[in-house]
């Protein structure tokens, strides 16, 4: 286990393996939360999608914690930023993104503002959450990024052109996926808590198989399962 306090199931009725699993489910593939009840039902497994939801919301953040923490120091120098819109209620909020030269993702803000105050928000969580400033940062020709950069990492080499910064755009996708599968999100703060929590999943089992052997990408991903099962173990394993 790792220093971090383990996952406290208490009180739970089903035990903590098939807790796990389902929120495993629900945020390792494009799946809705009948999907899942589905798929345990299957096994038979009788729960419902709300208690799904649940589990989703509270265990799911408490696993993300435990991947960042492990993760914390093991990303890229190079960071390339990007923002995405998103509508909620009719409202249109903008979903910051960040990401290593890898493609793991560092970060993720939802905001309601597009501008230098945004972009400072999100410098100064991508800071203090990496512990350090990156060599190279890449992003698109918004204004707000060199604003912000001068105020917060003035001696950062900036590379601002679109061309530059397909990674990013590129991982946007999967949450545009599960935006449409969710029929849009309900509200803000079920946004933020869905998109923290899937980034650090998503990095968790994300292994690069195109450039892998057979043989590696089996090992890594049995590695990445491992992991899975340490944080999600119960407090009393």
Request: proline share 3%; with cysteine.
């Given at each position: 286990m790792?220093?971090?306090?383990?996952?406290?199931?208490?009180?739970?009725?089903?035990?903590?393996e098939?807790?796990?699993?389902?929120?495993?489910l629900y945020?390792?593939?494009?799946?809705s939360?009948?999907d899942?009840?589905?798929l345990?039902?299957?096994?038979g497994?009788?729960?419902s999608?709300?208690?799904?939801s649940?589990?989703?919301?509270?265990?799911g953040?408490?696993?993300?914690?435990q991947?960042?923490?492990r993760?914390r120091g093991?990303?890229?120098?190079?960071w390339?930023?990007?923002k995405?819109?998103?509508?909620?209620?009719?409202?249109?909020?903008?979903?910051w993104?960040?990401?290593?030269?890898?493609?793991?993702?560092l970060?993720v803000?939802?905001?309601?503002?597009?501008?230098?105050a945004?972009v400072?928000?999100?410098?100064?969580k991508?800071?203090?959450?990496?512990?350090?400033?990156?060599?190279v940062m890449?992003?698109d020709?918004?204004r707000?990024?060199s604003?912000?950069?001068?105020?917060?990492?003035?001696?950062v080499?900036?590379?601002?052109?679109?061309g530059?910064n397909?990674?990013?755009?590129?991982?946007?996708?999967?949450?545009r996926?599960?935006?449409?599968r969710?029929?849009?999100?309900?509200?803000?703060?079920?946004?933020?808590?869905?998109?923290?929590?899937?980034g650090?999943?998503?990095?968790?089992?994300?292994?690069?198989r195109?450039?892998l052997?057979?043989?590696?990408?089996?090992?890594l991903?049995?590695?990445?399962?491992?992991?899975?099962r340490?944080?999600?173990?119960?407090i009393d394993?």
């Amino acid at each position: 286990m790792t220093e971090a306090s383990p996952i406290r199931y208490k009180c739970h009725r089903f035990p903590a393996e098939i807790i796990a699993h389902a929120v495993w489910l629900y945020y390792r593939f494009p799946l809705s939360l009948r999907d899942v009840e589905d798929l345990l039902a299957e096994r038979g497994i009788n729960v419902s999608f709300q208690t799904v939801s649940e589990w989703a919301a509270k265990f799911g953040l408490e696993f993300a914690h435990q991947l960042r923490r492990r993760s914390r120091g093991h990303f890229a120098d190079k960071w390339q930023l990007d923002k995405m819109a998103v509508a909620i209620k009719g409202k249109k909020y903008w979903l910051w993104r960040a990401v290593d030269a890898n493609g793991y993702v560092l970060d993720v803000l939802l905001q309601s503002r597009r501008n230098k105050a945004a972009v400072l928000r999100l410098m100064r969580k991508l800071l203090k959450g990496q512990g350090t400033a990156p060599r190279v940062m890449v992003t698109d020709k918004l204004r707000s990024y060199s604003a912000a950069k001068a105020d917060l990492m003035p001696g950062v080499e900036h590379r601002s052109h679109k061309g530059l910064n397909n990674r990013v755009e590129n991982s946007h996708l999967a949450i545009r996926r599960r935006e449409r599968r969710m029929m849009r999100f309900k509200s803000a703060r079920q946004c933020q808590r869905f998109v923290s929590t899937h980034g650090q999943i998503a990095n968790l089992f994300l292994l690069h198989r195109k450039y892998l052997t057979a043989a590696d990408h089996r090992h890594l991903r049995a590695q990445a399962i491992l992991t899975w099962r340490e944080i999600a173990s119960p407090i009393d394993r």
